[in-house]
């Protein structure tokens, strides 16, 4: 059951990977799978928000009760990803959803990917590496942090 919650945290845009890994390892679960269902977990957000952005939001972008709130979040990822990602394209989206802080991540990136354009196989592997490195350092930091952390046993 932890691992089914782990792996949900990793799909929530207020989690993500970033607190789906260590919900998991604080909770026992093998370091290993932890890391591989959380990290596959995340990579997932990006051909669910694509498919979102294509199809979902461009029929509900013509309701104002959907276009304000959408219009706002589109500006924050513009603005969070934005000077960075234009500028240095796949590496600048591979760092901005690299970095484990609040704000950034795969949700963030392919909106920012969306909204600038980016061919969409060069997107999906930013996102996908940026992932990848951000849960490995989510990782290291979250076994750290715990005493006593056994990797034969796990």
């Keep these: 059951m932890y691992l089914l919650f782990a792996i949900l945290w990793s799909l929530a845009p207020l989690g993500e990977a970033k607190v789906g890994i260590p919900y998991g390892l604080h909770h026992g679960l093998n ?14 957000v990006y051909p669910l928000m694509m498919f979102f952005l294509d199809v979902v939001n461009r029929f509900l972008f ?8 959408a219009i706002w979040v589109a500006r924050r990822a513009k603005k969070g990803a934005g000077k960075n ?20 991540g795969v949700y963030a990136g392919t909106i920012a990917a969306y909204l600038f354009r980016f061919d969409r196989t060069k997107a999906f ?16 930091i979250a076994i750290a942090s715990m005493p006593n952390v056994d990797f034969k046993h796990h």
């Design 62 to 69: 013509k309701y104002r009760f959907y276009k304000k709130p």
């Design 125 to 140: 592997w930013a996102n996908t590496i940026g992932i990848l490195l951000s849960c490995i350092i989510v990782w290291v």
């Design 31 to 44: 370091i290993y799978l932890v890391l591989i269902s959380c990290f596959l977990a995340n990579v997932l």
């Design 85 to 104: 990602v234009q500028k240095y394209g796949f590496w600048g989206l591979l760092i901005f959803v690299m970095l484990p802080v609040p704000g950034t």
